[in-house]
T-cell receptor, first 113, second 111 residues
Framework: EAQVTQNPRYLITVTGKKLTVTCSQN?????MSWYRQDPGLGLRQIYY???????DKGDVPEGYKVSRKEKRNFPLILESPSPNQTSLYFC????????????FGDGTRLSIL | LAKTTQPISMDSYEGQEVNITCSHN???????ITWYQQFPSQGPRFIIQ???TKVTNEVASLFIPADRKSSTLSLPRVSLSDTAVYYC???FGSGNTPLVFGKGTRLSVIA
């Protein structure tokens, strides 16, 4: 089954404690992306990757890091999380480019205390 | 970045046709228009995509006028299960540019 898998689905942690949210896709997609979703603000893109070793900033990249060492994986790293990063996060992938239909994961709800 | 504007919310009765319009005045020549549906606590799901004129699939139709500065998602005969948030996204198919989703339209279907 074609899918984008995020882990963990839920996480409560404290300010400053480094965390990583993993994202993996099994569709051999070139493009992967991370979004955050906050009430009243819709989906905002954090980072995206056109291919292995190619990552670029989206609309709200501050406080986040990503890496793309393998085509299937695109982890989101919060080196020093802060409460304003409490949000619902989605990973997505598409065959090539964000303008093509994207497949989204089920989301990761992060709470930073 | 191509920005989009949609109504914040809409209500409809079951069985009616619903049309949701998205404005994208600064759409670029290479941009496609894509619509997604999102249910609570789930990731967005692709509905339909188009470049110009009309596109139809098993769940929706997409109408795009000649100037491409707007698009209309049409949902025929909605049911309660169509209650969701609908997002319009404009972007280049294989382009290397950031994407900007709008704030979406919350559709409530009433029995």
């Amino acid at each position: 089954e074609a899918q984008v898998t995020q882990n963990p689905r839920y996480l409560i942690t404290v300010t400053g404690k480094k965390l990583t949210v993993t994202c993996s896709q099994n569709m051999n997609h070139e493009y992967m992306s991370w979004y955050r979703q906050d009430p009243g603000l819709g989906l905002r893109q954090i980072y995206y990757s056109m291919n292995v070793e190619a990552t670029d900033k989206g609309d709200v990249p501050e406080g986040y890091k990503v890496s793309r060492k393998e085509k299937r994986n695109f982890p989101l790293i919060l080196e020093s999380p802060s409460p304003n990063q409490t949000s619902l996060y989605f990973c997505a992938s598409s065959r090539a480019g964000g303008g093509q239909p994207q497949h989204f994961g089920d989301g990761t709800r992060l709470s930073i205390l | 970045l191509a920005k989009t504007t949609q109504p914040i919310s809409m209500d409809s009765y079951e069985g009616q046709e619903v049309n949701i319009t998205c404005s994208h005045n600064n759409i670029a020549t290479n941009d496609y228009i894509t619509w997604y549906q999102q249910f609570p606590s789930q990731g967005p799901r692709f509905i339909i995509q188009g470049y110009k004129t009309k596109v139809t699939n098993e769940v929706a139709s997409l109408f795009i006028p000649a100037d491409r500065k707007s698009s209309t998602l049409s949902l025929p005969r909605v049911s309660l299960s169509d209650t969701a948030v609908y997002y319009c996204l404009v972007g280049f198919g294989s382009g290397n540019t950031p994407l900007v989703f709008g704030k979406g339209t919350r559709l409530s279907v009433i029995a």
